[in-house]
């Protein structure tokens, strides 16, 4: 079964600092990867993703996340925070690869919050 | 476009009353979903539909009825609904029938049963 921790339920940094958001991995077979962000009253956006190609993906916003399969981790990080990344992050999983039906198990979610 | 367009984006409505979701998406995806979010939680997984049929039926209660007239269109029939119903309720959609290229979220319907 897959599932997905994500570490601190909270993370706090002022404007300008490095963001880390934290997820670990529980997959039977080789995972596709996600984060997702949600801002308040809005549906969830697609940050990025893993589907095996580079380990380290880059995606919207300044965002990345470095898949290391020997830790079971895809942290996602920022180098230097802005006012807008306050948000609900979520990391997320998919049960199957190839073409079967799937689905995404999330973890339980992120709120950043950015200090002026 | 490439978007997924959920209307009402908030109903209120009482517990004998009858209403319906619309979620709608032009990107040619086949599988769509229904999902439920409360507060500071993240989504659940209520349907999925792949290639307009009913693929997964998360034990959701009979009160909530999905149905999918066609590729573009899925709907979420509410009746008899409790309080504890109250949510956002997410639609979202993908290419083929996996999940490997993420999910197309719309911006939800913010649901509220008195």
């Known amino acids: 079964a897959q599932s997905v921790t994500q570490l601190g339920s909270h993370v706090s940094v002022s404007e300008g600092a490095l963001v880390l958001l934290r997820c670990n991995y529980s997959?039977?077979?080789?995972?596709?990867l996600f984060w997702y962000v949600q801002y308040p009253n809005q549906g969830l956006q697609l940050l990025l993703k893993?589907?095996?190609?580079?380990?380290l993906v880059k995606g919207i916003n300044g965002f990345e996340a470095e898949f290391k399969k020997s830790e079971t981790s895809f942290h996602l990080t920022k180098p230097s925070a802005h006012m807008s990344d306050a948000a609900e992050y979520f990391c997320?999983?998919?049960?199957?690869?190839?073409?079967?039906?799937?689905?995404?198990?999330f973890g339980r979610g992120t709120q950043l919050t950015v200090w002026p | 476009d490439t978007e997924v367009t959920q209307t009402p984006k908030h109903l209120v409505m009482g517990m004998t009353n009858k209403k319906s979701l619309k979620c709608e998406q032009h990107?040619?995806?086949?599988?769509m979903y229904w999902y439920k979010q409360k507060a500071k939680k993240p989504p659940e997984l209520m349907f999925v539909?792949?290639?307009?049929?009913?693929?997964i039926n998360e034990s959701v209660p009979s009160r909530f009825s999905p149905e999918c007239p066609n590729s573009s269109l899925l709907n979420l029939h509410l009746h008899a609904l409790q309080p504890e119903d109250s949510a956002l309720y997410l639609c979202?959609?993908?290419?083929?029938?996996?999940?490997?290229?993420?999910?197309?979220f719309g911006s939800g319907t913010r649901l509220t049963v008195v």
């Open positions: 979202a959609s993908t290419r083929g029938q996996n999940t490997n290229y993420g999910y197309t």
């Open positions: 990107m040619g995806h086949r599988a």
């Open positions: 539909y792949s290639y307009e049929k009913l693929s």
């Open positions: 997320a999983v998919s049960d199957v690869r190839g073409s079967t039906l799937g689905r995404l198990y």
């Open positions: 997959s039977s077979v080789p995972p596709y």
């Open positions: 893993y589907t095996s190609a580079a380990t």
